[in-house]
């Protein structure tokens, strides 16, 4: 049987088990789309093209499984190379087909031509140029296996025009042949056996998991170990929900806005088991001073990240998953009584950092954001899949909401996306349609995608938005206040627009608090909408992030208040 | 730590886009190319790329790793500190007036090296050996004047276990 192009990419998406797109139609894709309208396959038609790569991100977190993007040649394309980035910084298996101008055509500056191979060679794990439809279904097959493989990330398949239109005898791929691409899995058994002895010899130790840990799915192997061996444990912001939240072994986030206790406890450290983490910045502050006396084994599936940012004793090259599984397998040969035992000063010691610095902040008349969150948390019973806009929004909710589960916290965590929250939330509304979903946003960044709440109210997606509305671009106010001289400027934008009738305008619902009584009432009533809600939170304008690393001090220089 | 100078044999996929790959990882991530050389190896599909760089040890460590790490790199073999033979080659355009051109042909003589172009004004000298070799004939035929030079970056591969 002869199929075109286009059939083939629908036909190799179905094997691939591909049920939702997020997309935008374009002139390069018109026949692609022509072949998709033919099939069951769910499409999502975002407002801007950001949207459908963040949508599609929010929905491979949520769902566990890959994200599919499809837009058009030139600016369609463009428009997604921001999300791409940050899928590309956090890991997160997403494929993105775009249309290119037809292959006689490229190079010639065509109407929407853009070489978006180029554009995304260094924010892609891997990408393709189609220039035959006879390679097209090994290089879907190929796509979706480097998407999900491996340590994660974006894949991105330009499909020209006339390889989409050309019609072939159409044979299935039945096996990836790569051989170049062979990632470790099962970790080095003899180093596994050195990391059991450090665990024993091990008196201020402490876990640190990343998202690595949750993109492996290693919670439950996680948990486990922290809980045998009594390892207090912290988590960088992608981290969090790889170990429960309400656990009495959890320290908080580490990092510059992370918790005293966690900043502390982690300088202190004598051992440190690092689980599926990169050791960016913002985690380990001044990179000298960074737990000076602590012997780091660290556990990941990409040895890139191994000896980047710092030197580390025990390297585990090897899914986080596994390791985890095996070293679990190892303690339970042995007895740690004995560690065990030996650490209760340690514990003793997190306990008094924990009473001595929690989060602290005083409602009084004018809204607190963080009371905000800490109602949604009350309200939702920390059962609801929040994702977070960028800025002082993210730092309070990666603070105050409690993540017990892998999944539930999403995140543009290491491109730092403004933009990013509303259309993951409606990427993970889509992959979970029967959880609560909640976009913890501020006023500036929700207006960088706002147009996707059309896309929301037209597909029936009842996501949740939640406004802390401090008319500022709070965080970078907050830097200014502290260390540019009180100089605010341009983070100002007291012109924010009536968000409740915007809501309206998009058939959407509006609701606005203004007074702390209104708070609970605003959010219960939001929450028990079916419909999509914009909530509105008329914030304390000058509340700051506390604690804070200031950026270049060491992890435990922390400013409290 | 001191920058070293490293010798990396790189096999790649023989396909367009594999060397901007390469280049773009050194670029993006800042790091130096020294010299690159690339070319199809015996099997057609594969393509070895040859490169000097320059950095400490865990930066280049750190290089390795990223380049094996890009989908189209096949193997990543360091040659700094191993056995291997490595060669460059060079052509010098070198002004050759008659008065000069006795000692010219001298010069290609005693390196071993050969004439390949000539001209009623220049000779085109075609030299290959070590970096030493090559910068000592450049500055014994400096003094009498060269025209272009074209190097092509150091080729390498590991000596063979006797």
């Known amino acids: 049987m002869k199929l075109t192009g286009a059939q083939i990419l629908i036909e190799m998406l179905k094997q691939e088990g591909v049920d939702t797109i997020f997309g935008f139609p374009g002139g390069k894709v018109i026949d692609i789309y022509h072949e998709l309208a033919k099939t069951d396959i769910k499409h999502i038609l975002v407002r801007h093209e950001q949207g459908a790569i963040h949508a599609a991100d929010g929905f491979a977190r949520a769902g566990n499984r890959v994200g599919v993007c499809l837009v058009t040649s030139g600016p369609g394309a463009t428009n997604t190379v921001t999300g791409i980035a940050s899928a590309y910084m956090d890991s997160i298996p997403v494929v993105i087909i775009t249309g290119q101008v037809p292959s006689y055509l490229i190079g010639n500056d065509a109407f929407q031509e853009v070489d978006i191979v180029g554009i995304t060679r260094s924010c892609t794990k891997h990408n393709y140029l189609v220039k035959e439809t006879e390679e097209l279904a090994r290089i879907v097959k190929e796509a979706f296996h480097l998407a999900r493989s491996g340590r994660p990330g974006p894949v991105l398949i330009d499909i020209p025009q006339d390889v989409q239109q050309k019609a072939i005898t159409f044979k299935h791929p039945d096996k990836i042949n790569m051989r170049s691409y062979n990632p470790t899995y099962t970790p080095n058994m003899t180093q596994l056996k050195r990391v059991v002895q450090l665990f024993r010899k091990a008196k201020r130790p402490i876990i640190f998991s990343g998202g690595g840990a949750v993109l492996s799915k290693a919670s439950q192997e996680l948990t486990l170990l922290a809980q045998k061996l009594h390892i207090p444990v912290t988590s960088s912001l992608m981290g969090l929900g790889s170990f429960p939240g309400t656990d009495s072994l959890w320290l908080g986030m580490l990092g510059m806005h992370g918790t005293y206790r966690a900043n502390m406890a982690i300088n202190e450290s004598d051992f440190i088991l690092a689980v599926g983490v990169r050791f960016d910045d913002r985690v380990t502050g001044k990179i000298d001073e960074f737990a000076p006396n602590a012997d780091i084994v660290h556990i990941d599936i990409d040895p890139t990240s191994i000896h980047k940012n710092i030197p580390v004793h025990t390297p585990v090259v090897g899914d986080c998953k596994i390791t985890l599984g095996l070293l679990n397998t190892l303690v339970d040969k042995e007895d740690f009584t004995g560690s065990i035992k030996g650490r209760k000063k340690w514990l003793t010691q997190i306990e008094f950092w924990k009473r001595t610095s929690p989060f602290i902040y005083n409602q009084k008349n004018i809204i607190k954001p963080q009371y905000v969150i800490d109602t949604l948390y009350e309200l939702t019973k920390g059962d609801a899949v929040i994702t977070t806009e960028v800025g002082q929004n993210q730092m309070w909710t990666a603070q105050h909401y409690h993540f017990d589960h892998p999944g539930q916290f999403i995140t543009s965590g290491g491109l730092g996306c403004m933009g990013f929250g509303l259309p993951a939330a409606i990427g993970a509304q889509v992959a979970c349609p029967d959880k609560l979903v909640v976009d913890i946003a501020g006023d500036g960044s929700i207006q960088m995608n706002i147009q996707e709440i059309a896309t929301a109210v037209q597909f029936n997606l009842p996501v949740k938005v939640v406004i802390l509305n401090n008319q500022y671009l709070g965080m970078v106010r907050q830097w200014q206040e502290l260390f540019y001289d009180k100089c605010y400027a341009c983070t100002s934008m007291d012109n924010t627009p009536d968000f409740v009738k915007l809501a309206e305008a998009y058939g959407a619902t509006g609701l606005k608090a203004t007074r702390p009584e209104e708070v609970e009432p605003v959010l219960k009533k939001g929450l028990s909408s079916d419909k999509t809600v914009i909530m509105e939170f008329m914030v304390e304008r000058e509340e700051s992030v506390y604690p804070m690393v200031p950026a270049g001090k060491a992890i435990n220089e922390m400013l409290l208040a | ?162």
């Open chain 2, 1 to 162: 730590m001191e920058d070293k100078k490293y010798i990396l044999s790189i096999l790649v996929d023989n396909e367009p886009g594999v060397l901007a790959r390469v280049a773009g990882l050194f670029s993006g991530r800042g790091y130096n190319i020294e010299s690159l050389c690339v070319a199809e190896t015996t099997d057609p599909l594969v393509s070895r790329i040859t490169m000097v760089t320059k950095g400490d040890t865990s930066i280049v460590e750190q290089i390795k790793k990223q380049l094996f790490k890009l989908i189209n790199v096949i193997k990543v073999y360091d040659l700094t500190g191993t056995e291997h033979v490595q060669r460059e080659l060079i052509l010098i355009k070198v002004n050759a007036k008659p008065e000069f051109r006795a000692e010219i042909l001298r010069i290609v003589d005693i390196f071993r090296s050969k004439v390949v172009d000539v001209g009623p004004e220049h000779f085109t000298i075609e030299v290959t050996g070590s970096e030493e070799k090559l910068s000592a004939i450049l500055s014994l035929l400096k003094p009498i004047g060269i025209k272009e030079v074209a190097r092509t970056g150091k080729i390498a591969l590991s000596r063979e276990a006797k």
